[in-house]
Nanobody, 123 residues
Framework: QVQLVESGGGLVQAGGSLRLSCAAS????????MGWFRQAPGKERELVAA????????YYADSVKGRFTISRDNAKNTVYLQMNSLKPEDAAGYYC????????????????WGRGTQVTVSS
């Protein structure tokens, strides 16, 4: 049974930083690309960042490039999202997901999802 557990969300002032973690179990973690998505109320879920299994290739939404960094530790079955220079528009539920060897950009390319962690950014 695949489980993904996100942590690290919270309330932060604009300009601050948070580090999200996603611990995975029940799968061969190193075989899969992983993604971080976010969804704000009334908006569609969107990819924030994704990383290939080898950690050699990362992808970022234009809105977070230069501010967010995705990384992974295959030995710990964990993927991270370092978020710096946070803006109020970054506030959302953040979800990690396992890619099923499909496009990393589309939510439909992921077959396992965590329950999410909330990020709130005050202006």
């Amino acid at each position: 049974q695949v489980q993904l557990v996100e942590s690290g969300g919270g309330l932060v002032q604009a300009g601050g930083s948070l580090r999200l973690s996603c611990a995975a179990s029940g799968l061969t973690f190193s075989n899969h690309a992983m993604g971080w998505f976010r969804q704000a109320p009334g908006k569609e879920r969107e990819l924030v960042a994704a990383i290939r299994w080898s950690a050699g290739t990362a992808y970022y939404a234009d809105s977070v490039k230069g501010r967010f960094t995705i990384s992974r530790d295959n030995a710990k079955n964990t993927v991270y999202l370092q978020m710096n220079s946070l803006k109020p528009e970054d506030a959302a539920g953040y979800y990690c997901a396992v890619n099923r060897d499909s496009s990393v950009w589309c939510a439909s390319g992921y077959n396992y999802w965590g329950r999410g962690t909330q990020v709130t950014v005050s202006s």
